[in-house]
């Protein structure tokens, strides 16, 4: 018999007068019924059970005899005995059943006007197709150094008491971080800034909570990143959608319509979704405002890592002789996204600050795959893994631009290719929702350039990730791609 399953709650009352196996029995049946115990779940043991409730076997034994005869229980070879699995589905009460009985309850929740109520074409919902944003070459990653890494940070893991740690996160992941930045990135910064985060919507959630109010006033760009906007949103900051051009964001807009806003969203290294770099002199500028004004510069640097052509550009942070940035970077496209992990850099005197409010949040980051990240960095694995990323993604980048030029010719404009893990599709005469749900019957996963927008007059456009698809597999997911588009 199993004695792993856990133990459901079943309520016996010695005194009361109904049999002991009886009222096992009805509890198990109720479990079921209900929902609670599902089909193929384990049950435990008659001798566990029987120990837990602090009775005899004997009750238990009838009672699983009879769970058994009527059918909710069977018994699975290897598996000891499982809740019946030829129950049917419509018995259980669905998540679907429970939110359809309580509507009202789930409108009035939905209460933060910029967050939508229900999330549109959500990551973890989406197929992993062809052009999926944010998917990495998961089959170039090189899991042998990573694992060795999982073993030594498993090794280690007794070796000194495992208690609570800094909440700014592990000290020696910290100073590799700092040091990467400094070079690769020209982020002014120690590990004393650095805090470890679940990934770039946790360092907003942060930064608004210690630096804006309900109501302040934040510029996000328009069109931008909609997952960051909700993060801001939650913290009930008012945004400004500021639109981007050539240069990035238009600053001067910004300045006329809403000079007193409290803080700028700003991706100036690579703009997401339109590809832009942000000019010196918007930079100049943006950096002039917020000095002026006393505004934070949140600055989203998501993807910098990767640029395919001209000059590495620095980080804004590193132009601001103010501290009036708050730099945040992820792990996401370098690593993988499912690692959720992210860093911000602080400004120096304001690190106390992000410090009491982190704790009070939820005390401090996990500390294990910290671990395994600072040895995977040290151990050079990182910087090479950056370096034949980016090699590879240009030559996917590559073949999807020629393949997009050879299948749509002069009928779209591509933009945004000279960096990151995706580009940027400008289409006419088509609406890009409808392409993407074709798309998707397809099995392709793109977003349209128009849900990046918070207001009207968006333009049409696919955003095509292209960090998971082979070159030599490219040719065929764009002409998929065209038939979609032609409809
Ligand atoms: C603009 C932007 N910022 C940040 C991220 C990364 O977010 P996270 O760190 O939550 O994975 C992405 C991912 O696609 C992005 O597009």
């Known amino acids: 018999m199993q004695n792993d399953a856990i133990t459901p709650i079943i309520a016996v009352d010695r005194k009361a007068r109904r049999p002991l196996h009886q009222q096992i029995y009805d509890s198990y049946r109720q479990a079921i019924l209900g929902g609670t115990l599902r089909p193929g779940q384990r049950i435990p043991s008659t001798r566990s059970l029987a120990t837990e409730l602090g009775v005899s076997r004997m009750p238990v034994l009838n009672a699983y005899a009879q769970l058994m005869a009527e059918g909710y229980f069977q018994a699975r070879s290897g598996a000891g005995t499982v809740i019946s699995l030829s129950l049917p589905e419509e018995r259980f009460v669905s998540l679907n059943t429970i939110t359809a ?3 009202s309850r789930s409108r009035r929740l939905a209460r933060h006007s910029s967050v939508p109520s229900s999330i549109d ?4 919902r989406r197929q992993w197709g062809a052009f999926a944003i944010g998917q990495v070459a998961s089959e170039q990653f090189p899991v042998r150094e990573w694992n060795r890494m999982v ?3 498993s090794r280690n893991l007794w070796s000194k008491p495992q208690d609570y740690t800094h909440p700014l996160g592990v000290q020696e992941l910290r100073e590799a971080i700092a040091s990467y930045l400094r070079t690769a990135r020209s982020v002014h910064c120690e590990a004393e800034q650095i805090m470890i985060v679940n990934g770039s919507q946790h360092a907003l959630d942060i930064s608004a909570r210690v630096l804006l ?6 510029w996000v760009e328009e069109p931008g990143y909609r997952y960051g906007r909700y993060a801001l949103a939650l913290n009930r900051c008012k945004l400004l959608p500021v639109p981007v051009d050539e240069e990035g964001l238009d600053v001067e807009f910004g300045t006329r319509r809403c000079p007193n806003a409290r803080a700028a969203l700003v991706t100036p290294s690579h703009q997401y979704p339109l590809g832009m770099t942000m000019s010196a002199s918007r930079r100049l500028n943006l950096l002039d405002w917020a000095a002026r004004s006393g505004a934070w510069i949140l600055e989203d640097d998501f993807d910098s890592e990767y640029r395919y052509d001209g000059m590495p550009i620095s980080s804004l942070q590193g132009l601001d002789p103010n501290q009036r940035v708050i730099y945040i970077g992820t792990l ?6 499912s690692l959720r992990m992210g860093y911000m850099v ?3 005197d304001l690190v106390e600050h992000f410090i009491t409010l982190r704790v009070a949040m939820d005390i401090g980051p996990s500390t294990f795959s910290q671990h395994i990240l600072a040895g995977f960095i040290k151990e050079g694995h990182f910087s090479r893994h950056v370096r034949r990323m ?3 993604y240009r030559e996917r980048r590559n073949a999807l631009v020629e393949n997009i030029e050879k299948y749509f010719g002069e009928s779209v404009t591509i933009i945004g290719e000279q960096a990151g893990m995706h580009i940027c599709v400008l289409v006419n005469g088509v609406s890009d929702r409808e392409v993407v749900a074709r798309a998707a019957r397809a099995g392709l996963s793109l977003v349209a350039l128009s849900s990046c927008y918070m207001g009207k007059g968006a333009r049409q456009g696919l955003i095509l990730g292209f960090g998971s698809v082979p070159a030599n597999k490219m040719a065929g997911a764009v002409r998929k791609l065209a038939a979609a588009v032609a409809g």
């Open 101 to 103: 009985r309580t509507p």
């Open 390 to 392: 980016r090699l590879l």
């Open 332 to 337: 996401s496209k370098i690593l993988f996204p």
């Open 151 to 153: 073993m030594r940070a």
């Open 121 to 124: 074409n959500p990551p973890w």
């Open 346 to 348: 602080i400004p120096a």
């Open 213 to 218: 109010d309900p109501g302040s006033r934040v």
